[in-house]
């Protein structure tokens, strides 16, 4: 199955057996800073780093980024859905989700 685009910031993530396409763009951004309950992306990526991110942090990442990525669900739907990989692989795209982001042009997976 199909990661996404890198180079476009994409990352793939089944969500009820359906493959969605999560990208953090400058609208999901804002939408991620507005909802961050403290602090701000800088911070965020930081917990990232650090592997001290909670599960609030990738779920709203990973709203954000589906968003993003054109899908029109809400925080309310991710929490009765079943993601393929689970909680493991939620937290990885999102963990992918900001490499791509910030990444530099010609490192579009930022190490990963």
């Known amino acids: 199955m199909s ?3 890198p180079w476009a910031g994409e990352a793939a993530l089944v969500i009820d057996g359906k493959r969605q396409i999560a990208k953090l763009t400058l609208g999901a951004l804002a ?3 507005a909802s961050l309950a403290a602090g701000t992306l ?3 990526i930081e917990r990232f780093e650090r592997g001290q991110f909670s599960t609030r942090d990738v779920l709203t ?8 990525g054109g899908w029109r669900g809400t925080t309310a739907d991710l929490l009765s859905a079943d993601i393929g990989g689970g909680p493991v692989e939620a937290a990885r795209v999102a963990g992918v989700l900001l490499a791509r982001a910030f990444a530099v042009p010609g490192d579009r997976d930022g190490g990963l």
């Open 3 to 5: 990661a996404g685009n």
């Open 31 to 33: 939408e991620l800073e």
């Open 61 to 68: 990442l990973i709203v954000a980024g589906l968003r993003g």
């Open 42 to 44: 800088v911070e965020l």
